[in-house]
């Protein structure tokens, strides 16, 4: 059959030492389930290219990366070299946008044999998911810096919403929620005192549940709803955000399950339009970087997600995704392990046992 294809960019820092564990996971899983996959490494999107080039990424990277069914992230951010909003706004953030990936889903799972941050839970009792926006919202260039220098120095950043940018997430995040067992949706919102798109957000959710009958709505503030993470995450089943609440909430979230070297993430153009992306929650973690410590699991369950999605949830695909998370939790539970998750196991090591397990 015809072969998927697969870009991988391994970007900067430890996206340079998790990627090499998610690709033993990822050929450990085609070889067990046949899958009929291939894969092209791409040195670009790294701040060492932004060094010899002056910019991220080759001209026709859109082009380049285009044909592929998916591509494959490390991360991407060395701040001592070049600074953060360019280097993003430079490689990943245009992914996100010019690929039309609107939703960015983000699991948050406690796993057994994690040492939960939280007194009292167990596993099952964090289990939900983050349905972030991802091209529009808070995330803009639109604004500018005026009087600069000067006692009037002030500056203007502008959010946009668009009506269907917010229906496609809420509609993801009640299909999601709908078919879950708990058929909760709670909307991260603002709206008593970010007074005009937060109101908006509101009414678009209310209108978006009209058409799920079966699934509750909760919409909650997002200052309250942090706190609940923390005290009541059994509360939470699918939790739809904008896309500057959805990255604090999806940090927040894996925190509370004790490390974010665990958290992945798929961004998601679900016409498949475009490749989608799928990458860690965290970034390249250049204290860390060197030393072979970084927790590889993100990456891994990350490409979990992409198998999952190539195979439109089904067949091979499916058993590949299950398999791969069920030995991601074997190897929590009986090691080895990470730093972050208590061990003194390097990168490899988790990434080996992973693949092991699989094979
Ligand atoms: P970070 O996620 O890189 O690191 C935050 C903290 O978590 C650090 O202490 C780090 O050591 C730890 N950590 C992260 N991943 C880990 C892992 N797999 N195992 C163990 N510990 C881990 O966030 P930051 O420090 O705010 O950002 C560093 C750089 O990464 C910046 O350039 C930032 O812009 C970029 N960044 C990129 C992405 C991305 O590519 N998607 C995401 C977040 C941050
Ligand atoms: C993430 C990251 C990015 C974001 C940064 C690096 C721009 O934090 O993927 O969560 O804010 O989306
Ligand atoms: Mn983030």
Same mark, same amino acid.
């Given at each position: ?11 900067? #820092? ?12 990822? @050929? ?9 996959? @291939?894969?092209?490494? &791409? ?34 951010? *060395? ?9 993003? *706004? #430079?490689?990943?953030?245009?992914? =996100? =946008? @010019? ?8 699991? /948050? ?20 998911? /983050? /349905? ?5 919202? @808070? ?7 005026? &009087? ?12 946009? &919403?668009? =009506? ?35 109101? *908006? ?51 927040? #979230? ?106």
């Amino acid at each position: 059959s015809k072969k998927l294809r697969i870009a991988v960019l391994a970007g900067d #820092g430890i996206g340079k030492e998790v990627m090499p564990e998610g690709i033993r996971v990822l @050929e450990a899983a085609a070889k067990r389930f046949d899958l009929p996959l @291939e894969m092209q490494h &791409f040195d670009w999107a790294h701040c060492d290219y932004f060094a010899a080039h002056g910019q991220m990424m080759p001209d026709d990277w859109k082009a380049q990366l285009q044909g592929f069914d998916a591509i494959l992230f490390g991360a991407v951010g *060395w701040p001592a070299t070049v600074p953060d909003h360019v280097s993003l *706004w #430079g490689s990943l953030l245009k992914f =996100r =946008r @010019e690929f039309d990936q609107y939703i960015n889903l983000r699991p /948050v799972r406690l796993f057994e044999g994690v040492p939960c941050p939280l007194a009292g839970r167990k596993p099952g009792d964090i289990d939900y998911y /983050v /349905v972030r926006e991802n091209t529009e919202g @808070e995330y803009t260039a639109l604004g500018g810096i005026m &009087f600069e220098g000067t006692d009037r120095e002030m500056v203007l950043q502008e959010a946009v &919403f668009t =009506r269907k940018g917010a229906d496609r997430l809420l509609k993801f995040a009640f299909d999601l929620a709908q078919s879950r067992s708990k058929k909760h949706v709670t909307l991260a919102t603002k709206s008593n005192g970010i007074a005009i798109s937060m109101p *908006w957000w509101d009414k678009c959710a209310e209108a978006m549940a009209k058409n799920y009958p079966d699934v509750v709505l909760d919409k909650q503030h997002i200052d309250i709803l942090t706190a609940r993470f923390v005290l009541q995450p059994g509360r939470f089943d699918v939790v739809a955000a904008t896309n500057l609440f959805g990255d604090i909430l999806s940090d927040l #979230g894996p925190a509370t399950t004790g490390t974010i070297g665990l958290a992945p993430s798929a961004n998601l153009n679900p016409e498949r339009n475009f490749p989608s992306l799928f990458e860690p929650v965290h970034g390249s973690a250049p204290d860390i970087y060197g030393q072979n410590i970084a927790n590889p699991i993100a990456m891994i369950w990350s490409v979990a997600l992409m198998l999952d999605f190539l195979g439109d949830g089904k067949g091979a695909w499916r058993s590949a995704h299950d398999a791969i998370v069920d030995a991601i939790s074997q190897t929590i539970l009986s090691g080895p392990s990470t730093p972050d998750l208590g061990g003194q196991g390097k990168t490899p090591d988790v990434g080996k046992a992973i693949a092991e397990r699989l094979a």
